[in-house]
């Protein structure tokens, strides 16, 4: 009789936590998806900013390549003006059209790195605003369940904990195929309704109820398996 009982009290208790979860109604799982899409955008700016330092080191080592391109450049026109011959002159200019070809051509890389450079930074910008408007939702939704919490918090906590102490006295196994229900169908176990089962409304056999009320042992719904309990 007191396991039935046990049953029964911890059947109400879900009740009255059920109540107060969804007096919260999608607070908790709206702020449990902006963290996590939070967490995302916050993984993604380190992504940007090391590729954004990546490209500033290729920036700064192409440039170096360039400056010495630059001197060779100034080098090999001053040595225009002292050259002997066709012969040392043709050199040179060979030598001059060179350094131009890869000053060109560095040039060309400089000018996409910066590009490359310019998007990484806008995107940043991008998802730190982003970002920004989560945390101010998050902020918003924190504070509204906060208020809501506080109102029902100490009945939340007293019935927590009736409930951890109920389960600790009943029997593993019911306790099991309790929080099974529970978590598939929202509630552990059911009272019985006129004749029918709570749950599934089946009419129970005449015997079955009469067994319930006798609240002798655990009695199930034979239709959707529900623990079955008789709410005097
Ligand atoms: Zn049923």
Redesign the pocket.
Known sequence: MTAINNLISLASIDEEIKEIESSRGDLPSRIKKLEMEKDQGEIKIEELNSELSNFEKKHVELQRNKDDFQISLDKYKDQLYLVKNNKEYDALNNEIDVVKKNLFDITEELSSISENKDNINEEIKLSKSNIDEKKAMLDKYSSQLNNLMSENEKEYNNLNLKRKQLLESMDKSIVQRYNLMLSAKGCGA?SVIGD???????T?PTQLVTEIKQKLEFKY??????L?YFEE
């Open positions: 059911s029918a089962c709570g749950v599934c409304y089946t129970l719904c034979p239709s959707c398996t529900i079955l």
